[in-house]
């Protein structure tokens, strides 16, 4: 059996290569030509995994070790009788560092305190909950805008889209879609952006493409820059649009969800799931030497009086600081302007850990180790 995976999922040449002979590709590249003789294809975001791709290949088995889909045309596997697996929730926790961390990065060098804000959530799947709940059990002020979910589930606080847009902290989780009832291909265009508060926040860490760049750009000019922006991911990925880069406070290459552990457990929940469709035993390998544990540092808090965000603040950047990875992207677009800046700098990320593997201590009855287990630490 032949098996081709993007050369950028990790573990997969240890995890795979005892179901079938295993070739590392560049997954943005991909053509149909290469898939002549494959049986199993592996793929990240960026494989856009349709008709043209398959026509005419034995393939019939497509993994994604993501959580998005929208560069998987499901219909036409369904179609064609190819199996599909995903990887639901694999960087869940990895997304909902990405936020806290930005918001510290925003609260240590503009004073923005964000605890007794209005705080918006935009998809309760599993990033949105992550999120959101880490928010409730902090104490915030937060809601929730999913049409989809809304009915279902009780006991969150679910408002409506011009809620969300009266808010203070906007975190964006909703998967880009142009179908449906609620479609949120640029859901944020410029009417819904002329609705927003004084001085909010943005987290944008979803799909580029949901928010309007150009109606953003515009709003930003109008309002002078009373607007604070973290943006993970960018309409037209690899090319980003570099008037929104010089204007955002944080500007990074769609790695939100880029946690050692995320990225492991994505490659082994496709390995599971392709296991499962072979009728193959996948405890031949064990989880526990797929995933990572990370350094498992120890961050030691007391009762003294530094305040309870600054603390939220230097944790969260003593395990994932996310202004490195704004530098790196500023640094390499100025020093590059040939390369593939965006892909490179995703192959070449210096993986971060969550923050669950680091373990907090003080006194338990320090208010503070309560909030950071609220945030994902262990205590
Ligand atoms: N920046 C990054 O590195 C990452 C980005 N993502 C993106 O985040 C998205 C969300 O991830 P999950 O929560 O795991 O997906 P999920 O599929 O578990 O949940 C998506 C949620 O969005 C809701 N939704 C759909 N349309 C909506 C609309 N118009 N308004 C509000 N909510 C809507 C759905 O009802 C669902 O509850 C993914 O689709 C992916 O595109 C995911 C992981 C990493
Ligand atoms: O899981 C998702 O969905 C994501 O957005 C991934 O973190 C994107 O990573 P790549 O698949 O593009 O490496």
Sequence with gaps: MKIIADENMPNAEILFSHLGQVELVNGRTLTNEQLKDVDVLLVRSVTKVTKKLLEGSPVRFVGSATIGVDHIDKDYLAEANIAFSSAPGCNANAV???????????????????????????????????????????GCDVCVYDPYKQKAISGVNFVSLDDILACEVISLHAPLTSQGDYPTKAMFGAAELSQLSSGVTIISAGRGGVIDE?????????????????VDVWDGEPKINQTLVDLVDIATPHIAGYSKQG???????????LCDFLKHDESLMAKDSAISPGWLPVINIDNRSTKNEEILARSAHAIYDVARDDARLRFKF??????????????????????????????????????????????
């Design 334 to 379: 100025r020093e590059n302007k040939e390369l593939n800046v965006f892909d490179w700098l995703r192959k070449h990320y210096v993986e971060r850990d969550e923050f669950n593997t680091c373990f907090v201590r003080g006194d338990s009855d320090a208010p503070s180790l309560g909030l950071l287990k609220a945030t994902g630490f262990s205590i």
């Design 96 to 138: 909902a560092d990405y936020v806290f961390s930005g918001l510290s990065y925003l609260y240590l060098t503009k004073q923005l305190s964000w605890l007794g804000k209005k705080i918006a959530v935009v998809g309760y799947g599993n990033v949105g909950e992550t999120v959101y709940q880490r928010f409730a059990q902090l």
């Design 263 to 273: 990225r492991e457990k994505g490659t082994w929940m496709v390995y599971q799931a």
């Design 214 to 230: 150009e109606a953003l750009i515009r709003l930003h000019h109008e309002r002078h820059g009373d607007i604070n922006l973290i």
